[in-house]
């Protein structure tokens, strides 16, 4: 009779069958963080992260001469950014890459909202957007506002509300342009109908191919916020 142990598995058998049961503790973990986490109401599962939400007001007077409050905007996906009519760093391209979404998603004017919000308000009245809205052929009836008033209000509003990076007005020994009076955060932010921040985009990038690639992620991002609040 042999009394001698059995072999015992080959070590390398022994590390695949713990590196399997790594992975799939990881991807159990994944799950279930993700379904704790990233819950919508009613039980819906986010695709975006939820990084922040507005919940301070902000009235502005708009380029047709209504007033308007941020918070009415609730219920709608909004893309917002800041818009400088003359500025050197790439402003009109934000614009212009909003002018393409807000083309692109024409059949949702009911569902989605542009905004536009002057970052140097003393050069960016209300008339001075209305024209400058009609150059890039917006016209009145498109679901976009164009929002001017206090900069210091304006900007704790961009800030703390929509998670932008700070503004300053830029001093005049540092100026790369007589125009170059401020210095802001040229990203789009894209909100949700709950007024909840998803994302932020780049689109105005020096590189191109990086500018068009938020450009194209953002459009996606629409899409998915427009179904989910569907």
Wanted: with cysteine; aromatic share 10%.
């Amino acid at each position: 009779m042999n009394d001698s142990p059995p072999p015992s598995a080959p070590v390398s058998s022994r590390i695949w069958i713990l590196f399997a049961l790594l992975a799939v503790a990881a991807l159990a973990g994944s799950w279930f963080l993700t379904q704790s986490l990233q819950k919508l109401p009613g039980g819906q599962l986010a695709t975006l992260p939820i990084l922040r939400e507005v919940r301070q007001p902000f009235s502005a007077p708009e380029r047709l001469g209504e007033t308007r409050q941020f918070l009415d905007l609730k219920g709608k996906v909004v893309v917002a950014a800041y818009a400088y009519t003359r500025c050197p760093h790439g402003c009109a391209g934000v614009a212009a890459q909003m002018k393409k979404l807000n083309d692109a998603f024409a059949d949702q004017t009911d569902r989605l909202h542009f905004v536009s919000i002057a970052v140097w308000p003393a050069i960016d009245t209300p008339e001075v957007f209305k024209a400058y809205a009609t150059s890039l052929e917006i016209p009145d009836s498109a679901p976009w506002w164009w929002l001017s008033t206090d900069r210091d209000k304006t900007w704790a509003f961009m800030t703390d509300q929509l998670g932008f990076g700070p503004s300053r007005e830029v001093p005049e020994a540092e100026r790369l342009n007589p125009e170059d009076w401020v210095e802001h955060d040229l990203r789009a932010v894209l909100l949700d109908s709950n007024l909840r921040v998803r994302g932020y985009y780049e689109v105005m990038h020096p590189q191109t191919e990086v500018a068009q690639m938020a450009y194209e992620k953002l459009q996606r991002d629409i899409t998915t916020l427009l179904n989910e609040s569907e």
